[in-house]
């Protein structure tokens, strides 16, 4: 009879505890402490899925959160994420994670454009985890060097994460090129909005939450194979009147345009340091390419939605959110010939002037 002790199984609040270690270790920007603590979870027992998806999971999403309330700068995001992807790696050449793949092949990687690798590297550790042979691509995949790795593989189904809205009409393009190939498509990330109700417009075969749903979707049953004429851009028929297309193509001249004339709306501008015409600057392109995603999806609650979330990172790092409402205005003003465009930026303008916030009031 062995006298070994069995190890021990760790509680939820040993993975609570092991998640504010973790935190305070990317926080302080110690990669080794933070490898420290999933190794030692792991030793204690724990679940690696539990160590990737209710350890480095959330404090990767707290990590977000802080940045959003201007609690950490943007570097510190930057490093803080850095030493999770360490963690990540840790967990995955830990030797209680080898696994042999007994299932099919999955492709996981991130729309093009799309710079936020981690959400689909934890579904790829979880993926080999459950025994399926993974290909990860990491951030930025052009769907050209995608598809050409479908041609060469058999691949049962990918996964495509994008977590920035503006990268959805890049993520149809990819949903489309890789059905046209034979291959269904499973999404995921906050890019797909509540629900996942973008993934269903844009024709995606299948929509996760999270790292551990996608996995379970996977092993539910296969996801059907489209066919190799299957076309979905026909299902975006507001496409036609060609808003979408003149707005992007014309989006540089666009910003200038209502950048020139902005300080004559918003006065307070003119008092402004060259750092703040230039954030301001950015700000202006960022609504542009919001609007341009509104206008492919026929969603204007997708820009409201940016605008809202614009004005409160700005009222968090103590910058006025009162320029909003007048470029609003301008750009309506440039693009009066645009009815869905007139319509969203309307709806974004009423949005931020009946909101409970300093914003409210600002365009009389």
């Not at 024709?203 to 749903?213: E, I």
Request: a negative charge; glycine letters at 4%; one cysteine or more.
């Amino acid at each position: 009879m062995s006298t070994s002790t069995p190890p021990h199984i760790p509680h939820a609040r040993d993975v609570q505890r092991a998640a504010d270690q973790l935190w305070h270790a990317v926080t302080g920007g110690d990669e080794y402490a933070a490898t420290e603590v999933v190794l030692r979870i792991l030793d204690e027992g724990a679940a690696p899925e539990s160590v990737l998806l209710d350890v480095i999971a959330p404090v990767q999403g707290r990590v977000g959160e802080e940045w959003a309330a201007n609690r950490i700068s943007v570097a510190q995001e930057h490093a803080a994420t850095a030493i999770n992807e360490r963690a990540v790696a840790a967990v995955s050449v830990h030797p209680v994670v080898r696994t042999t793949a007994t299932r099919g092949r999955i492709a996981v990687a991130c729309v093009d454009g799309e710079w936020h690798a981690l959400p689909a590297r934890l579904l790829a550790e979880v993926l080999k985890l459950r025994g399926w042979q993974v290909d990860y691509f990491g951030a930025q995949v052009p769907t050209a060097h995608l598809i050409a790795h479908l041609h060469n593989a058999r691949t049962d189904a990918v996964a495509l994460s994008s977590s920035i809205a503006t990268r959805l009409p890049t993520a149809h393009a990819a949903i489309t090129a890789c059905q046209a190939v034979g291959v269904p498509v499973l999404v995921g990330g906050a890019a797909f909005g509540p629900g996942g109700r973008y993934a269903v417009l844009l024709g995606a075969d299948a929509w996760a939450a999270n790292a551990r749903a996608a996995a379970d979707r996977l092993a539910q049953s296969p996801l059907p194979r489209p066919q190799p004429d299957h076309q979905q851009f026909d299902d975006l028929p507001h496409l036609a009147d060609q808003e979408y297309t003149l707005v992007t193509r014309n989006s540089v001249t666009l910003v200038r345009t209502v950048f020139s004339v902005l300080e004559d709306a918003f006065p307070t501008m003119r008092s402004y340091s060259s750092d703040q015409r230039e954030r301001t600057a950015e700000d202006l392109a960022h609504m542009v390419e919001f609007l341009a995603t509104a206008l492919y999806l026929d969603d204007e609650e997708l820009f409201t939605g940016f605008l809202t979330w614009t004005a409160q990172i700005l009222e968090a790092r103590d910058v006025s959110a009162r320029s909003l409402p007048p470029a609003l205005k301008l750009l309506a003003r440039e693009l009066q010939d645009f009815p869905r465009a007139v319509r969203i930026l309307k709806a974004a303008t009423c949005a931020l002037t009946t909101a409970p916030s300093t914003v409210a009031g600002t365009t009389a």
